[in-house]
Structures are given as C-alpha cells and as structure tokens.
C-alpha cells in the first residue's frame, strides 16, 4: 500500500497545505518517511491523517465559489470501534462547512472495509449542507462497503449505489467531475420521486 498515492493530476489547480482555508493548511510532508499505517501496511507519505486509526484522506479539490469539494479516502472506516465518522466530520468537515463548502464527492476506490455505528454524525452533517443544497455523494465505492453502508442504513444521510460506480474520473478536470456529480444526483432523486 506504501505505493497508492493520492490523485495528483490536480496539483497544479488545487494544493490544501498551501489553501489558508484547509483544515490542512501549512502541512508539511515526508516524502521519504512512511510512518502512517493501515492494519501493518504502511502507507504514502501524502495521505492526511486526522485523528482516525485506519483511515486517511485527501482533499483534491475546493472550490469555494461552488461551494464543493472532493476527497479521497484511504483504509478502513470503522464507526464501529473507533468512530471514524466523528474525526472526519470534527476535523475536516466542519472546517470546510464553515468555509461554505456545501457538496461533498468522497472517492471510495481506497476504503477497504466499512463498518458502521451510530448515524449521529452523517445525519448531522446533512443537517447543516442540505438547506443550502448541499449534499453527501460516494464515488466508486467497493460493493461489501456498499453492503455494509446500506446495513448501516446510511442511505438517509449519504448518496451511494451502482450509479456513482465505475466512474472514470482521474483524467477528468475537477469541474467536470462536480457537475457530473450534480447530474447523477438530480437524475436519481427524479428517478426515485
């Protein structure tokens, strides 16, 4: 896993350490010393750590004009033993909610496994974006997470499912992929409604 960097094809658009507003502003890294891990498995040195044991992240793009932003994940989410969803809505969410970002894209491609808790955070989380519009949207996510996610029944709370699946996103520009995004979403709520 040492080897899995965070998407960089946006670098050059977008940096959080360099973005004041980032929660992860001024952040320093170690190209060459692998301290964080995932069970025994260390992992890439630009993965952000923020309080949760198996799980990292990285904020690929903020746009604060369209009030979205895009996260990769990384490693196992576990509600369950360390509240996961605590750390992240405490440390990274609220900071960027503050900022007025309002429209999440997290891409699952990196979590492993998920298992649940108490919704208490999500259904927080949606509280404060969706007067606004904003919205909590699962990119790619790996179909036991799935399994375990609508176990969980955080379908309420966060938008996931075969149609945010297989979607080729990498090369894209970041823009593209929000309103890509956007339009699965408001496809699926017509659909369902």
Do not use: C
């Amino acid at each position: 896993m040492h080897d899995i960097e965070p998407h960089f094809g946006w670098r050059e658009r977008y940096r959080a350490e360099d973005d004041q507003l980032s929660p992860f502003f001024g952040r320093q890294y170690n190209e060459f010393g692998f301290n964080n891990r995932v069970y025994n498995y260390l992992i890439h040195p630009q993965w952000d750590e923020f309080g949760a044991e198996t799980l990292y992240l990285k904020i690929l793009y903020l746009d604060y004009e369209e009030q979205y932003a895009i996260i990769e994940l990384i490693g196992e989410w576990n509600d369950a033993v360390h509240n996961d969803s605590m750390h992240l809505k405490r440390e990274v969410i609220d900071p960027l909610i503050s900022e007025g970002i309002r429209r999440f894209i997290l891409i699952m491609e990196g979590v492993l496994n998920f298992h649940g808790g108490d919704t208490d955070y999500y259904e927080e989380w949606v509280e404060e974006v969706r007067y606004d519009g904003g919205w909590i949207a699962l990119l790619n996510t790996h179909q036991h997470v799935v399994d375990e996610l609508e176990d969980t029944r955080l379908e309420g709370y966060l938008h996931f499912g075969s149609f945010l699946n297989d979607l080729t996103w990498r090369p894209q520009k970041p823009h593209r992929v929000y309103e890509a995004i956007e339009g699965l979403l408001q496809k699926e709520i017509r659909r369902i409604y």
